[in-house]
Structures are given as structure tokens and as C-alpha cells.
């Protein structure tokens, strides 16, 4: 499977709004509510911030959401802090027990 | 908690195999499967594979067919990974991620990951 398309990077001003895209096919991201989002700062391992589209682990903030429209599923943050600084990565079941992750996007709080 | 210890980094030769190790603690082992995801130095996330720690069964993503085998020893509530033939391009931080549950198909949480290295 060819990976799910991310903006390389995105930057946006504390207590500013930016929203993450992850585009993908009717084979992957149209076919399945089985998106998931990762947050990985640099020397760490991802840590999960949203799963199944839109839900949220508990100790996640609220200020990070999930939605999907047709093959293009999005992560929104709201309220940026410093420490949103990070690679984003999503994920998308598809089919016959496979996944794809997106090429991962940097986000920059200016 | 819940936690994955995995092996520590190591260096092989082209053509060789290598062997990571993923323990698992804090949870009833053979009730939630495991991914292996791999990430090249300043790449992004590579998926590989999934084992259910129950029965053992498996399924690779295709790019790593014939190449990759991955194994659980439940008395130990280990899981590992096995990469042969190995080359340049493989030199990556392998992580071993719980599933959310039964084939959910997210992973909470990761182990903290194993450098391998391919130089001759």
C-alpha cells in the first residue's frame, strides 16, 4: 500500500487553532473508521492522541480532535501550547489485517 | 502499568538476522495483540506486522514477506521479532506497540524502541 498523504509540516502561534490532514483512498481512509493519530517528540516512541476517528485515551487533552470526511481524515488542536511542538503521524486500517501510516507531519509553535 | 520492555540496540552485517525483543508486564498478555513498527533515521513510521500472543498467528505487511517472522513466548509474555537478510536500508529504531485490544488496529502504548543497525 502507498502511505497516507501529510502536509510536511504546519506551524501555528500559542493559543492558536491548526488542523492536520491525512489523506488517503477508498481503500483505506473511505473504507474504515480505523484512523488513529501519534505524537512523537524527538529520541521518543509515538504516543497515542486519538484512535477509532475522533476518540480520545484518557490523560489526552481536550484540546486535541479527530474527524474524517470521505478519504481525508483530520487532527485538530486547539488552545497550542509549547509543548504541541512535535511530529504528528496518522494511521489507517487497510484491510485483510494491514495498516498505513501517513509520511508524518512536523508542527512548529512559533 | 502497563509496559513493554523491549532488547537493547545492536549492529549486524548485511546479509545477517537480527532478533528483538519485546516483554510485555501489567496486563493479561495473550488478550491484546502486538504491532512491530520500525522508523529509518529522520524517516516516518513503518508498519510490519501483527501477532496475536494467544495463538500465535500472524500477518505481515507484504514488503517484509518471506523476510520477517514474528513469535510470542507466553511463558514469559514475550514477543519477538525476527528480520533476516538484513541491509543498509533496514538500519532503524524497531518498536513493538500493544494493540487497542483484539485487531483494533491502533497501539497504546509503545516499548521505547531498539536501534538496529546494518553496517558492514
Known amino acids: 500500500q502507498s502511505a497516507l498523504t501529510q502536509p510536511a509540516s504546519v506551524s501555528g502561534s500559542p493559543g492558536q487553532s491548526i488542523t492536520i490532514s491525512c489523506t488517503g483512498t477508498?481503500?483505506?481512509?473511505?473504507?474504515?473508521?480505523?484512523v488513529s493519530w501519534y505524537q512523537q517528540h524527538p529520541g521518543k516512541a509515538p504516543k497515542l492522541m486519538i484512535y477509532e476517528v475522533s476518540k480520545r485515551p484518557s490523560g489526552v487533552s481536550n484540546r486535541f480532535s479527530g474527524s474524517k470526511s470521505g478519504n481525508t481524515a483530520s487532527l485538530t488542536i486547539s488552545g497550542l501550547q509549547a509543548e504541541d511542538e512535535a511530529d504528528y503521524y496518522c494511521?489507517?486500517?487497510?484491510?485483510?489485517?494491514?495498516?498505513?501510516f501517513g509520511g508524518g507531519t512536523k508542527l512548529t509553535v512559533l | 502499568q502497563v509496559q513493554l520492555v523491549q532488547s537493547g540496540a545492536d549492529v549486524k552485517k548485511p546479509g545477517a538476522s537480527v532478533k528483538v525483543s519485546c516483554k510485555a508486564s501489567?496486563?493479561?498478555?495473550?488478550?491484546?495483540?502486538i504491532h512491530w513498527v520500525r522508523q529509518a533515521p529522520g524517516q516516518g513510521l513503518e508498519w510490519m506486522g501483527i501477532i496475536n500472543p494467544s495463538g500465535g498467528s500472524t500477518s505481515y505487511a507484504q514488503k517484509f514477506q518471506g523476510r520477517v517472522t514474528m513469535t510470542r513466548d507466553t511463558s514469559t509474555s514475550t514477543v519477538y521479532m525476527d528480520l533476516s537478510s538484513l541491509r543498509s536500508e533496514d538500519t532503524a529504531v524497531y518498536y513493538c506497540?500493544?494493540?487497542?485490544?483484539?485487531?483494533?488496529?491502533?497501539?497504546?502504548?509503545w516499548g521505547q524502541g531498539t536501534l538496529v543497525t546494518v553496517s558492514s
Open positions: 477508498s481503500s483505506d481512509v473511505g473504507s474504515y473508521n480505523v
Open positions: 501489567g496486563y493479561s498478555f495473550t488478550s491484546y495483540y
Open positions: 494511521c489507517s486500517y487497510a484491510g485483510s489485517s494491514t495498516l498505513v
Open positions: 506497540a500493544r494493540d487497542g485490544g483484539q485487531q483494533l488496529f491502533w497501539f497504546d502504548p
